[in-house]
């Protein structure tokens, strides 16, 4: 009877997980797709190779080998137990005990085993985690961006690694005790004292207790990531497989539609016979739609680490630029738009935008496009596509610029430099080589 | 006073019935700002030196539109490319060589998209390169030997084109001691100038760029400041100047210190 209720309740619950999860799956697919247009299909190979070592294999993240390190315990013990989650979903499904044990024998040991020393790894990685971000108070980690809900949703993610961590071992010392051992597990064997004198209904209990917070963590989990910065951990593959080839690189992207503009400048007559422009299409980008989709895929892969801000030469020398704020704000505006869209519906339009309401033009005026933020990112976010398009939009649709920069366009329009110096000067330099 | 040198200006070369194999893209800095100009000037010596058949644009050369575009200002930028992509494709101009990471990078990986498909290369590359071929040579007893160089990686080479070997080769030929900032390559510090922030004033903030990158210059001891970018060497110039060490540590290009060390004669 006890184990048919659980049966009942562990379906429920997996139901109500899955309603939850694709239901937010759905709407996170369709608000990267609000972005634009931007083909990243071609060379799958180079980018399956860019996902194995950029998120699989963690590449970037070892430039700094302490939290490379602490980071990999934790992402392994992730990876692997999900063997475990298997066992735990059959015999959650179908009201059984440990599935595999009789098929699988000493392999089951082992593999049972080698979660136990990863969860233990895992444990002190959490710890040390948790100490980094709220005793040691790393730079990154106390910025103004990440005040309030960043913070605590950080935290909240290492606490449920932790609670996690207890259930799996409650569960197993329990179970091991029940059974004199018999399951021979290298970490939980060293705790069973623990639970030495107690009767066999508690260590049930106890053993019933663990798999339950186990799994209901999973669950609450797997519902919480999305909302989380923690998403990272699905989204890091994608992100890292769609991301530009080279990269970082100098090169910024092209805007054929003002050279369309500028050959009907220049030749007039061909204006009758070029397709009319898209109406209310933006030059530049006011607002997350106008951004490309990899942009709004970028910024639901953050996980706010801020590597790229300790980078930034801006943030750094105290300006207001913080390459990681730039990825939170998309993210932000974009989860407003999308709330926007399944409220009032498409034509529905708040007044805000990124610009200006959560970017401002003193952040974007301050980035130097030296590519350290890009080259930082250990899965592949361009936090510079964005600061660049945002900037497209204040000079040309708004022309929103510093007088300085306003007379050095005038310049280059004049007098074809960026200082207002006539062409002929060009051979000054000429004239005093040769004269020796 | 140097030997005068000749420099072969394409218009004339072209009405002369001769055609070079490099051209010499100067840019704005080389061509106006006097302390680029003796960056250009001793690039021009090199190649004058090394029997590089080359030539410049003079008058026809333009802003390639570098600074407009990082701005943001599209418009701009691409009525500069599509000029000076005209110009360069009547001249029929097949490599160029440039002293400015900037317009190197422009030229390399934003013109194709226009129209305007050339092999470019940084000075640096080419000196490598000259090197390497041995056609230059040093003058005996190194005019560098006992000094301290450290080398500023320029953004626009370094992680925006992943050039950190070539600037570094040239200078191991310099017999001085080459040492690295606790910054450098791929997490070389920026000197402020980039994305047209040298064209006006920096954002609010605690301390300017330059200033904070030339801490690190003062950090690593070096007497000599090797950069591979007139804007990086006015920054870095200023920044020395600001801590008041400009008597001690000299910011030069890595084309004035093998022109300095090398032997152009004949």
């Known amino acids: 009877m006890a184990i048919m209720i659980q049966q009942l309740l562990f379906l429920a619950v997996l139901g109500i997980t899955s309603f939850f999860v694709a239901r937010k799956a759905r709407e996170i697919y369709r608000n990267i797709r609000l972005g634009k247009p931007d083909d990243r299909t071609h060379e799958p190979g180079k980018r399956l190779q860019n996902m194995l070592l950029l998120a699989f294999g963690q590449k970037k993240m070892f430039q700094n080998l302490t939290p490379a390190l602490l980071h ?60 980094r971000r709220n005793l040691l108070k790393l730079p990154r980690f106390t910025m103004k961006e990440l005040a309030g809900w960043p913070m605590l949703d950080a935290n909240l993610i290492l606490i449920g690694e932790i609670i996690l961590i207890i259930g799996i071992f409650s569960m197993n010392t329990a179970d091991m005790t029940l059974h004199n051992g018999a399951y021979g597990f290298a970490v939980s064997r060293w705790l069973m004292p623990l639970f030495a004198g107690f009767s066999d ?31 990272h951990i699905m989204l890091a593959f994608p992100n890292s497989y769609f991301a530009d080839l080279t990269s970082p690189s100098g090169k910024m992207t092209n805007m054929p539609r003002i050279t369309q503009e500028i050959n009907l400048m220049l030749n007039p007559q061909a204006a009758a016979d070029a397709p009319p422009a898209a109406e209310n299409e933006r030059f530049g980008a006011k607002d997350v739609q106008d951004l490309s989709w990899k942009s709004l895929l970028d910024a639901y892969s953050c996980t706010e680490c801020g590597r790229c801000t300790a980078a930034c030469p801006a943030n750094q020398t105290g300006k207001k630029l913080s390459p990681r704020k730039i990825m939170m704000d998309t993210r932000d505006r974009l989860e407003e738009v999308g709330r926007n869209l399944d409220a009032h519906g498409n034509d529905y339009t708040d007044g805000k935008s990124l610009l200006h309401d959560y970017i401002s033009s003193e952040e974007l005026r ?10 930082e990112c250990p899965v592949s976010i361009n936090p510079l596509n964005i600061i660049l398009e945002l900037r497209r939009f204040l000079i040309l649709e708004e022309a929103n610029s510093p007088d300085e920069w306003n007379k050095m366009f005038n310049n280059v329009e004049h007098s074809g430099a960026v200082w207002q110096l006539p062409a002929d000067k060009r051979l000054t330099w000429i004239q005093e080589v040769e004269n020796g | 006073m140097s030997e005068p040198i000749q420099v072969p200006v394409m218009a004339e070369l072209i009405a002369r019935g001769e055609k070079p194999d490099i051209l010499f893209w100067v840019g704005c800095a080389g ?16 190649l004058h030196h090394t029997g590089t058949k080359f030539a410049v644009l003079g008058m026809e050369e333009t802003c390639t539109g570098d600074p407009a575009r990082r701005a943001g200002n599209e418009f701009l930028f691409q009525m500069q490319a599509l000029t000076n992509i005209q110009t360069l494709n009547m001249y029929e101009v097949t490599k160029i060589v440039t002293t400015c990471p900037h317009c190197f990078n422009t030229l390399k990986n934003e ?15 080419l000196l490598q390169q000259l090197i390497n071929e041995g056609r230059i040579k040093l003058k005996e007893g190194g005019t560098f030997k006992g000094k301290r160089i450290t080398y500023h990686d320029s953004c626009y080479l370094g992680r925006a084109n992943q050039i950190y070997e070539a600037p570094r080769k040239v200078l191991e030929l310099l017999d001085a001691e080459l040492v690295e900032m606790k910054r450098c390559r791929t997490k070389g510090l920026c000197c402020g100038a980039g994305g047209a922030q040298m064209f006006k004033e920096d954002e609010p903030g605690r301390i300017h760029v330059n200033m904070e990158r030339t801490e690190d210059v003062l950090q690593s001891n070096a007497n000599v400041v090797a950069a591979a970018c007139p804007f990086c060497n006015t920054m870095l110039t200023d920044g020395v100047k600001y801590h008041d060490k400009q008597d001690e540590i000299h910011v030069l290009d890595i084309a004035e210190l093998i022109a300095q060390a090398a032997d152009l004669e004949g």
């Open chain 1, 201 to 231: 209904a508690t260590l049930h209990l106890i053993e019933r207790f663990g798999w339950w917070l186990h799994i209901l963590t999973v669950f609450g989990f797997l519902v919480y990531l999305p909302y989380s910065k923690h998403l």
């Open chain 1, 366 to 375: 301050a980035c130097t496009t030296c590519n350290a933020c890009v080259q």
């Open chain 2, 111 to 125: 013109y194709p998209e226009l129209g305007g498909n050339y092999e470019v290369i940084h000075h640096t590359q």
């Open chain 1, 72 to 131: 990999l315990c934790v992402y392994v013990a992730f990876i692997i137990t999900q063997i475990e989650l298997i066992e735990i979903l059959v015999d959650g499904a179908f009201g059984l005990h440990r599935f595999f044990y009789p098929y699988l024998g000493g392999l089951y040991t082992f593999i049972i085993s080698f979660i136990e020393i990863l969860s233990v790894l895992a444990f002190v990685a959490t710890i040390a985690f948790l100490s």
């Open chain 2, 31 to 46: 061509s106006f700002d006097q302390r680029a100009q003796r960056i250009t000037k001793a690039f021009a010596r090199i």
